[in-house]
């Protein structure tokens, strides 16, 4: 119903920028919340940045580096990603709560993008 797809990963050293960028497509009739998780290796799934219609937020690490935004004519989100440090180096994955046009709002997944960034 809604799919996800996110681009803009690489290889940076520490100190470059990157700019992700998640597209949403399918029957959607609303996206209440687009967010950016991580995943490092051998780590758990964490939360990095959000953003609804009246707020923004992120997590403690990444403040002040990294800035997320989004563009609601095209259904996407993007996560700059300024003054990398190895320790970003993750899979990067898009989540977005979606109401389709049929059904009720829950949350989609894009299929990851890798980020890593050498020291």
């Known amino acids: 119903q809604v799919q996800l797809v996110e681009s803009g990963g690489g290889l940076v050293q520490a100190g470059g920028s990157l700019r992700l960028s998640c597209a949403a497509s399918g029957s959607i009739r609303r996206i209440n919340v687009m967010r950016w998780y991580r995943q490092a290796p051998g780590k758990q799934r964490e939360f990095v940045a959000a953003i609804s219609s009246v707020s923004t937020n992120y997590e403690d690490s990444v403040k002040g580096r990294f800035t997320i935004s989004r563009d609601n004519a095209k259904n996407t989100v993007y996560l700059q990603m300024n003054s990398l440090k190895p320790e970003d180096t993750a899979v990067y994955y898009c989540?977005?709560?979606?109401?389709?046009?049929?059904?009720?709002?829950?949350?989609?997944w894009g299929q990851g993008t890798q980020v890593t960034v050498s020291s």
């Open positions: 989540n977005a709560n979606a109401q389709p046009v049929v059904g009720s709002s829950t949350d989609y």
